[in-house]
């Protein structure tokens, strides 16, 4: 089930149920093909997802272990090594025309990663920044560790994928892999900090939070 957000520019839906990985792919290239703008927020079953430049060293676990634990590998044109989604994460999927707002792709990634920053901040509290070696976000006061996943396509000035935020995710599934080439113990999530008090409300208002940011941002 659906449930329509407000932003200003974007049709955007917190969507309840968990979503296949391959489902969205076809999703992704449907509105690609058609022009169709929107943001979604879901959650994947376990899953593994390497871009481009993964690299096979990075992969920790063979497809007959990974099939038999559950988890789903998934080979992508999108930029970035290998890294994991699980229920728990809040994954945001803007799919935006960068031609028609005559958005360049450096701009709108720097949107995203403010949005995000801001939002998480809000919601909380919790600093954020940016590793120009390895794309995502660390916390502030361990650069080492890492809360939010990027991993952005953008094949004819269209965008898609996005971002995951690990909130109550176990972060099991990230054991099998090296992620972007780093350790998975490196990899924390909110739970983990001692950040989540009413999960549902707070991921609700973090979608509000990011929406809201991302907005005003590309309206400037």
């Known amino acids: ?6 932003s200003r520019l974007f049709s955007s839906y917190s969507i309840s149920s968990r979503i296949s990985y391959d489902r969205y792919l076809r999703f992704q290239e449907k ?3 058609q022009r169709m703008e929107s943001i979604l927020f879901l959650e994947h079953n376990p899953c593994l997802t390497g871009g481009s430049t993964a690299k096979a ?7 007959e272990t990974l099939s038999a634990a559950g988890v789903g590998l998934f080979l992508l044109q999108r930029g970035g090594d290998y890294t994991a989604h699980e229920p728990g994460q809040v994954v945001g999927y803007p799919h935006i ?10 701009d709108y990634l720097a949107v995203l990663t403010i949005s995000i920053r801001n939002a998480v901040l809000e919601i909380w509290n919790v600093e ?3 590793n120009r070696e390895s794309p995502g976000l660390y916390l502030k006061e361990n650069p080492k560790k890492k809360l939010v996943s990027f991993g952005v396509y953008a094949k004819s000035h269209f965008t898609s994928f996005g971002f995951a935020l690990n909130g109550i995710n176990t972060l099991e599934t990230f054991k099998h892999i090296h992620p972007c080439g780093a350790l998975s113990s490196d990899v924390v999530s909110l739970q983990i900090l001692g950040k989540v008090r ?9 979608m509000g939070a990011f929406l809201f940011h991302l907005d005003a941002l590309l309206s400037k």
């Open 198 to 206: 009413d999960w549902e409300m707070e991921k609700q208002r973090f």
């Open 1 to 6: 089930m659906a449930k329509f957000l407000h």
């Open 128 to 130: 954020l920044l940016e």
């Open 97 to 106: 025309d960068l031609k028609k707002r005559d958005i360049r792709l450096g």
């Open 31 to 33: 509105a690609r093909n």
């Open 57 to 63: 060293e990075n992969l920790l676990s063979k497809e």
